[in-house]
């Protein structure tokens, strides 16, 4: 059975992203809910706008830490999320075997700060344009869907 790679589609892309969207909501901050929600409690005695910011930024950072964790790990030692698996994309690079570099620069658009999101609308425009994201360009790296060569005329018979 011979494989042919081509490039992942863009509504693949987008399910893959919702699927571990909430693998991440369900698995790793649902549960943490009940800690996290004690540790802000405590930490906002007067109520005062500062330090109702200074938790709300140190909550969305280590949300964003954990986010940056999955994608990255899983997709430089597997080279698929769990959504990716569940449709069957990839995430290669193009020089041979995806080192951590990359594997952390394809997965910066989910830092939410300047000058990275940024991404969240060069990224799309990209894949519409070129079938890859602006992040896998520079990274040189890009998703993309396997598939078995000739599936379609078995379909067909």
Known sequence: MKFKEVPAPIFKRLFAFVIDIL???LV?????NNVLSKIFSG???SNSIAEIISSQFYLI???TVIFILYFTLFEYKLGQTVGKMLVNLYSVSMEGNMNSWQAIGRNLF???????????????????WRNQSLSEFL???KTIEQRIEGWQQWTRK
Do not use: E, G, N, R
Not at 28 to 32: H, I, Q, R, V
């Open 28 to 32: 790793l901050l649902w549960p943490m």
């Open 61 to 63: 950072f280590c949300v």
């Open 139 to 141: 990274t040189k790296t």
């Open 23 to 25: 693998i991440i909501d």
């Open 110 to 128: 989910l830092i939410p700060m300047v000058p990275f999101v940024f991404l969240w609308v060069a990224d799309p425009l990209f894949i519409i």
């Open 43 to 45: 930490k906002i005695s």
